[in-house]
């Protein structure tokens, strides 16, 4: 899992743990994520799944892509399809995935990099592994994550970031045996790249054995750890949980995540997807790959899409 990394995580600014006036956030469940196919095939652990909308507010859906080891030919994306009233957050950790939408934007993203999306009034976009590792195969792994916007924003014109492994805040835990990417929001004063409509903190973290995570959260955003790989636990409650699994975290102002002291020979660190965002707390409607308030905005996002009015597919690659 190499996405990005250091040689020396104590050369790295530490996030101090908070102070005993700090209330940590309980685990409230752990779920599984159960594995479906999406797009033309490819494997995902669906995250989210057996959580209440309300829980994760303002996110809406997440896949873990992979991880999984194609052969020659096996890998796959998915076709043209269309979004409106939402953010697509896709990261990278091995591998590599292009993207392409009808309004100009996309890009190959590989180890570390984001792409995110904003398809506010409605877009169109594609997104496929490049021809060079459909003829190879290899390693393929990463995630993505819808956020929902407000009403206010649902019909912004789209915008696309291209974020670059590089430009990620790289931070290290008190204890000097975690690294912190935090790709978009706050955490201690520092910033992740990450410009987001809807507050929203995202951060992966590799915890090595024994080491720990004890960081301060807004007490406003919700509070979520995806276990993309590793053996842990969370809260002060040390509650388990290991490789597609999430964490959803109670109220409090401090998070924490433990890697157990032993992990399995193909996991050597405790990685995880952080989230927490601010709750948006309007109706929800939402059927495929529209995001919207209302039945009649839903209706009429399909028929948009049906009209060509959400754009048109380039007749060329961007």
Do not use: C
């Amino acid at each position: 899992m190499p996405a990005v990394t250091v040689d020396n995580l104590l050369s790295l600014p530490r996030v101090p743990e908070p102070g005993e006036e700090s209330t940590g956030r309980p685990v409230r469940s752990v779920t599984t994520a159960p594995v479906g196919l999406e797009g033309e095939g490819f494997q995902v652990r669906r995250a989210f799944a057996g959580i209440d909308l309300a829980d994760l507010d303002p996110f809406i859906h997440l896949d873990q892509i992979g991880e999984v080891e194609y052969a020659p030919g096996e890998p796959k994306g998915t076709p043209w399809h269309p979004h409106r009233g939402f953010e697509t957050v896709t990261y990278m950790i091995d591998g590599a995935f292009e993207h392409q939408d009808s309004n100009g934007g996309g890009g190959l993203i590989t180890n570390g990099d984001t792409q995110w999306m904003t398809a506010g009034a409605g877009i169109l976009h594609i997104e496929k592994p490049p021809e060079k590792l459909v003829t190879t195969g290899g390693l393929f792994h990463g995630f993505q994550l819808w956020v929902n916007l407000p009403a206010r924003d649902k019909f912004l014109p789209p915008r696309y970031q291209d974020l670059r492994g590089g430009e990620v805040t790289l931070l290290t835990s008190a204890d000097g045996g975690a690294l912190i990417r935090l790709i978009a929001g706050d955490l201690d004063g520092h910033k992740g790249p990450g410009v987001t409509h809807t507050p929203i903190t995202m951060i992966h973290a590799t915890i090595y054995p024994g080491a720990r995570i004890h960081i301060p959260w807004r007490a406003d955003f919700n509070a979520l750890a995806y276990v993309l790989n590793g053996l842990g636990t969370f809260g002060d409650e040390q509650v388990p949980a290991r490789l597609g699994q999430m964490v959803l975290y109670g109220p409090g102002d401090a998070i924490t995540a433990t890697a157990d002291q032993f992990q399995e020979g193909r996991s050597p660190t405790l990685d995880l997807l952080i989230l927490g965002g601010q709750p948006i707390r309007e109706p929800v409607a939402w059927h495929g790959p529209f995001v919207m308030n209302t039945r009649d905005e839903l209706l009429k996002a399909f028929e948009d899409f049906r009209s060509g009015r959400l754009g048109s597919i380039p007749a060329r690659s961007v």
